[in-house]
């Protein structure tokens, strides 16, 4: 039983499209987030939702669009997809926002999205 | 803001070796502080948390150690096993934050 899965898990698409990926958490935490790893294996974190309220957005272009549905899903669109967002995405969930809870955070195995 | 560094970026230990990594942190005043294991083109596993108010976890093989006062946190791998193979991840949350900061990581190879 997966506890946070993410869709696709690879991505390939050209520049321009439209595209979207899907994260789902079955582990009743309150918050989710968006993280992206770019070529040299940084992860930065995009957004955060607490409750299905956006609390971060961190400086990520307009294109990249977040919607939360309910506590358990947060689904990442983006618009007119570049060469530059060629990355891997994941999504995270945490029991609250403030503590990480006990547990800290738990991770999806990621989205490989390739533009060209 | 919170900055996080890993050192060193790559290991190559023989197996059997015990081996330390280490992960720092700019500000101290952090909630809890938590090591990761990303294997090539897979997904982060938590391996363990550390409260701000511990100075130590241990599971299995693996002991993480937190000094606040100095921003550093260890993980301690003891025997270490091909399978340990992996980049390794510590990431902070601060009291102010509301999410983890990562460290680059570090690249551990354990040739058997």
């Known amino acids: 039983d997966t506890a946070v899965s993410q869709t696709p898990k690879y991505l390939v698409t050209q520049m321009g499209n439209d595209k979207s990926i899907k994260c789902e958490q079955n582990l009743g935490h309150d918050t989710m987030y968006w993280y992206k790893q770019d070529s040299k294996k940084f992860l930065k974190i995009m957004f955060s939702y607490n409750n299905k309220e956006l609390i971060i957005n961190e400086t990520v272009p307009n294109r990249f669009s977040p919607k939360s549905p309910d506590k358990a899903h947060l689904n990442l669109h983006i618009n007119s997809l570049e060469l530059g967002d060629s990355a891997v995405y994941f999504c995270?969930?945490?029991?609250?926002?403030?503590?990480?809870?006990?547990?800290?955070?738990?991770f999806g195995s990621g989205t490989r999205l390739t533009v060209v | 803001k919170q900055e996080v560094t890993q050192i060193p970026a790559a290991l190559s230990v023989p197996e059997g070796e015990n081996l330390v990594l280490n992960c720092s942190f700019t500000d101290s005043a952090i909630y809890n502080l938590q090591w990761f294991r990303q294997d090539p083109g897979k997904g982060l596993t938590s391996l363990l948390l550390?409260?701000?108010?511990?100075r130590e976890q241990t599971s299995g093989r693996l002991n993480a150690s937190l000094d606040k006062s100095s921003g550093r946190s260890t993980l301690y791998i003891a025997a270490s096993q091909p399978g340990d193979s992996a980049t390794y991840l510590c990431?902070?949350?601060?009291?102010?934050?509301?999410?983890?900061?990562f460290g680059p990581g570090t690249r551990l190879s354990v040739l058997p």
């Open positions: 990431a902070v949350r601060s009291n102010y934050g509301q999410n983890f900061v």
């Open positions: 550390i409260q701000s108010s511990q």
């Open positions: 995270a969930s945490s029991q609250d926002l403030w503590t990480g809870g006990i547990y800290g955070y738990t």
